[in-house]
């Protein structure tokens, strides 16, 4: 035995991450060569700099990293392409909070200084997140980083408006739009959020100024926008006001008078059937109001405060003005009734605030011509969602498209590349900076706004590979392999790198798109700061390593299910890291000092548990594989798991003692051999999920290596020649008589130091010859004595039965049993377990619960159920079997 100790005992992440992490880039390792073959590329969906890693991020940083170590490992040329998101909006709420603190704003700081400090704060705040990737084990190509405002993108985003522009594409015009007032700036359709508050559904009065005593009732959440109504509507359809179409009303409080519209867009069924139309605030207003041809008339500022046209309210916030105003239309009796009500309100996704609708001056894109290439792309196949019920959900936006606000009235961002004459009034987009008119030479002024942020990040597949230039990066690496990101960008992001890069590159941006499911808690609710159930990435992979945090959630990712992690999960991660530190230690610690492995093609030198460990190692390679080119991650995660813990540890480290504590020389360096080539074939298996610890162990195995890192070392290839089927046959039956005899101990809690005596009866005489070749397996697995073997042996006395596959297994109790006292347990066990059964039982039975149980608990229960039948079936024969004895 090997008395040095080639490893600590105890696994140090701390130590272990840094050092390697810093190797790695150091050695650049992490780098491609765009000059040579088989390319495999994926761009980071860029963090915003603003952020910090939340455990969202932490899963999709893992999945990308398995993929990227994984095909480096078979080697193509990865490239991992990393960068960050300026974030407009996001990113200058931060920098005003700031200010704010200061006691400035920024509009006395002034644009110009304003940015400054933005620029200040993005670079200062920049290192902070990349850290945190880094420390996550992100093998990207930090040589290759970008930044959404970069020098290079900001290029690209002006040649692609430009282009745009001068096509048609992008129009400027007044259109209502989705605006936030804390914000101040226009936020596009897909950037409001929608959430069920609970509100009022208020009853007012319009009276009719051709029968002043009677009135129109009409049904609205928002009172403060009737000082913004034109006219009311009804469906032409609806016999209840056919009669009032030609009649007059008059606007409560302000007393504009207004016609009564027909039109088939009102909902008879809400409310009273009748429909206030405010086009100044409202989407489907402002529609309705151009149909018609009807005045738009605000009463809400930019800033949420009501303007002059809402007359006494002026200067109050909406929420002040809506209670203002209730109280004003019950004073006059012009409030029928109010009822309690609860409906969908958009807020800003950034700063939630309440969005206003507002009509104003804005940039679009014309999104259906862009489309269409699109919508092809995936339906031919092209682009490939994974899982693919997310096709149903692209296609139904795509089908509905809406034309894309791009303008933000804000300062930190892309300027609007659109320039104004000061002296003949014509205006132009431009990819400089002109300072002089092209028609009539005067001076020109740019566009104030800047572009959404999402605008550029649309880009990003080709602009971060130096499109518009065409340089060997854009020409290798595009289009890229696969694109791994949440659902809820599809529409922000996916879909509109689709549209741009089949406009300017001529093909799809990327060939696969995988949907990473929801990180959730453990019993199923969202995480959130606000209820205590976040758990911190950075935290858990200080405390548990890096290693165990992907390791937990790659195995938890399941297509098409969202992820249910908890603390547990990742510990369960942390002790199979321990378990894959201690079975190296014990196999770098069992080989002599001057070992060489020998060559193991010689397969005389091999016996029954090499073979069968060997056979194994290639099932778990190819199934690995083939999981890893399917983004299985979950299945990969267990198929690994399941041949290091549950084969490779628990069977074959356990079987080879005898051969290294008392074999010959020759069977001692035979079973060190195979034990260092199955333990290397798994840190390679391992380490697309678990980087760090298995190229610290990695480092430490005595052989000749492919390459200088792990990292970089080649993918394990199936050696056919060690299939073989007949060795795991015969392991498979003696794995079975070892757990049979193993049950009845444990259940009879015969003491693990004891050796019991067992009896094999065999029904077919080939399994005998079989089993008596290996008895020693058994006896040192099972720690028991064979003490007969034959065909068809009556049960002795004094013995207790199992049975495998045919083999009749009995195991000599006497002496070793208080028979009655056993008795007494096993059916206090036995009933426990029909309890427990049945209660599962009876909840299955109750009405409507395989209809509203979560899928995940209907799942849980039915495995629970059928294991506790199987035990209580067991454990029913056993009660038997001894008092039959």
């Known amino acids: 035995m090997n008395n040095r100790t080639p490893i600590p005992q105890v696994y140090d992440a701390s130590q272990t991450e840094t050092k390697w992490y810093d190797y790695w880039e150091k050695n650049g390792y992490f780098s491609p060569d765009p000059h040579r073959s088989n390319p495999f590329c994926m761009v980071i969906p860029p963090p915003n700099v603003t952020g910090f890693l939340h455990m969202g991020h932490a899963l999709n940083l893992t999945l990308h990293d398995i993929l990227t170590r994984y095909?480096?490992?078979?080697?193509?040329?990865?490239?991992?392409?990393?960068?960050?998101?300026?974030a407009g909006i996001a990113t200058q709420n931060v920098v005003e909070k700031q200010l704010a603190k200061e006691g400035l704003d920024r509009h006395q700081l002034g644009r110009?200084?304003?940015?400054?400090?933005?620029?200040?704060?993005?670079d200062q705040y920049h290192d902070r997140i990349v850290k945190q990737l880094k420390s996550m084990g992100a093998s990207c190509d930090w040589t290759r980083e970008r930044f959404t405002f970069d020098e290079g993108l900001s290029a690209a985003v002006k040649e692609v408006f430009v282009q745009l522009f001068e096509e048609g594409l992008i129009y400027r015009g007044e259109y209502i739009v989705n605006w936030c007032p804390r914000c101040e700036t226009a936020i596009s359709d897909i950037e409001v959020?929608?959430?069920?508050?609970?509100?009022?559904?208020?009853?007012?009065?319009?009276?009719?100024?051709?029968?002043?005593?009677?009135?129109?009732?009409?049904?609205?959440t928002r009172p403060e926008t009737i000082l913004g109504d034109v006219a009311l509507a009804v469906h032409p359809d609806d016999i209840r006001y056919r009669h009032v179409t030609s009649l007059t009303v008059v606007l409560p409080i302000i007393g504009r008078e207004m016609g009564i519209i027909?039109?088939?867009?009102?909902?008879?069924?809400?409310?009273?059937?009748?429909?206030?139309?405010?086009?100044?605030?409202?989407?489907?207003?402002?529609?309705?109001?151009?149909?018609?041809?009807?005045?738009?008339?605000?009463v809400i500022n930019p800033d949420g405060i009501m303007n002059?046209?809402?007359?006494?309210?002026?200067?109050?916030?909406?929420?002040?003005?809506?209670?203002?105003i209730v109280e004003k239309l019950k004073s006059l009796n012009l409030i029928e009734k109010i009822e309690e009500y609860s409906h969908s309100v958009g807020h800003c996704y950034r700063c939630n605030t309440q969005v206003e609708p507002l009509v104003s001056k804005q940039w679009f894109v014309k999104m259906k011509d862009l489309a269409q290439p699109a919508i092809r792309a995936v339906e031919e196949g092209r682009v490939e969602f994974i899982p693919d019920r997310w096709n149903k959900i692209y296609f139904e936006w795509m089908n509905n498209i809406r034309d894309w606000c791009i303008s933000r009235q804000i300062w930190w961002g892309h300027r609007v590349p659109v320039f104004y004459c000061q002296g003949c009034g014509y205006f132009f987009a431009d990819r400089g900076q002109p300072d002089h008119c092209p028609k009539c030479q005067g001076k020109v002024v740019q566009d104030e706004d800047v572009l959404d942020t999402w605008f550029s990040s649309a880009l990003w597949p080709f602009s971060t590979l130096g499109w518009?230039?065409?340089?060997?990066?854009?020409?290798?690496?595009?289009?890229?392999?696969v694109l791994i990101t949440a659902f809820d960008i599809i529409f922000f992001w996916v879909a509109r790198m689709i549209m741009m890069g089949l406009k300017f590159m001529k093909d799809v941006p990327f060939r696969k798109v995988y949907i990473t499911p929801l990180v959730r808690d453990a019993y199923g609710k969202k995480m959130s700061k606000s209820t205590g159930n976040a758990i911190d990435p950075l935290e858990v992979a200080r405390q548990l390593g890096s290693d165990s945090l992907r390791f937990a959630l790659a195995w938890l990712t399941v297509q098409g299910r969202d992820i249910h992690l908890s603390m547990e999960r990742i510990e369960a991660s942390r002790n199979f890291?321990?378990?894959?530190?201690?079975?190296?230690?014990?196999?770098?610690?069992?080989?002599?000092?001057?070992?060489?492995?020998?060559?193991?093609?010689?397969?005389?030198?091999?016996?029954?548990?090499?073979?069968?460990?060997?056979?194994?190692?290639?099932?778990?390679?190819e199934q690995a594989s083939l999981a890893l080119d399917d983004f299985r991650f979950g299945e990969y995660v267990q198929i690994i798991y399941d041949f290091i813990w549950g084969e490779f540890c628990d069977w074959y480290i356990e079987w080879s003692k005898k051969d290294l504590y008392q074999g010959s020389f020759e069977e001692k360096r035979k079973t060190q051999s195979v034990l260092v080539k199955i333990l290397s074939g798994i840190l390679h298996l391992l380490h697309p999920v678990a980087p760090f610890i298995t190229e610290e162990i990695w480092h430490s195995l005595p052989i000749k290596k492919d390459h200088e890192a792990l990292i970089v070392s080649n993918w394990p290839a199936l050696e056919k020649q060690w299939f073989h089927d007949q060795s795991e046959q015969v392991i498979e039956l003696i794995q079975k008589i070892i757990r049979e005899i193993r049950f009845l101990r444990a259940e009879l809690e015969i003491a693990p130091a004891e050796t019991c005596r067992v009896q094999l009866g065999f029904h077919r005489a080939d399994n005998r010859m079989i089993i008596e070749k290996h008895v020693e397996y058994i006896e040192q697995l099972a720690k028991c004595e064979i003490i007969k073997t034959d065909v068809d042996i009556v049960k002795p006395e004094g013995a207790v039965t199992g049975e495998v596959d045919g083999i009749d297994i009995f195991l000599m109790i006497e002496g070793l049993v208080d028979v009655q006292r056993e008795l007494?347990?096993?059916?206090?066990?036995?009933?426990?377990?029909?309890?427990?059964?049945?209660?599962?039982?009876?909840?299955?039975?109750?009405?409507?619960?395989?209809?509203?149980?979560?899928?995940?608990?209907?799942?849980?229960?039915?495995?629970?159920?059928?294991?506790?039948?199987?035990?209580?079936?067991?454990?029913?024969?056993?009660?038997?079997?001894i008092m039959n004895q």
């Open 71 to 86: 095909r480096r490992m078979k080697g193509d040329q990865t490239l991992w392409l990393p960068g960050t998101d300026h």
């Open 112 to 122: 110009e200084e304003f940015i400054r400090r933005v620029w200040q704060w993005k």
């Open 193 to 220: 959020d929608y959430r069920g508050i609970p509100s009022f559904l208020y009853y007012v009065r319009y009276p009719i100024k051709e029968h002043p005593e009677q009135y129109l009732v009409v049904a609205t």
């Open 262 to 298: 027909q039109d088939e867009y009102v909902d008879p069924q809400f409310g009273t059937g009748v429909l206030k139309v405010t086009p100044a605030h409202d989407m489907n207003d402002f529609d309705l109001g151009k149909k018609h041809h009807l005045p738009v008339i605000p």
């Open 308 to 324: 002059d046209n809402a007359g006494i309210f002026a200067g109050m916030t909406r929420e002040q003005c809506r209670k203002e």
């Open 468 to 481: 518009p230039e065409s340089t060997p990066d854009l020409k290798t690496f595009y289009p890229t392999s």
């Open 577 to 621: 890291m321990n378990k894959i530190w201690n079975a190296s230690r014990f196999v770098l610690m069992n080989l002599d000092e001057d070992f060489i492995p020998i060559d193991l093609s010689d397969s005389n030198s091999l016996d029954l548990k090499d073979r069968w460990i060997l056979s194994r190692f290639q099932h778990a390679t």
């Open 824 to 881: 007494q347990r096993l059916h206090k066990k036995y009933s426990v377990l029909c309890e427990d059964a049945e209660k599962i039982q009876k909840r299955f039975e109750k009405p409507d619960f395989l209809d509203k149980a979560p899928q995940e608990v209907i799942e849980k229960d039915q495995a629970r159920l059928e294991k506790l039948l199987s035990e209580a079936q067991r454990l029913e024969k056993l009660i038997e079997g």
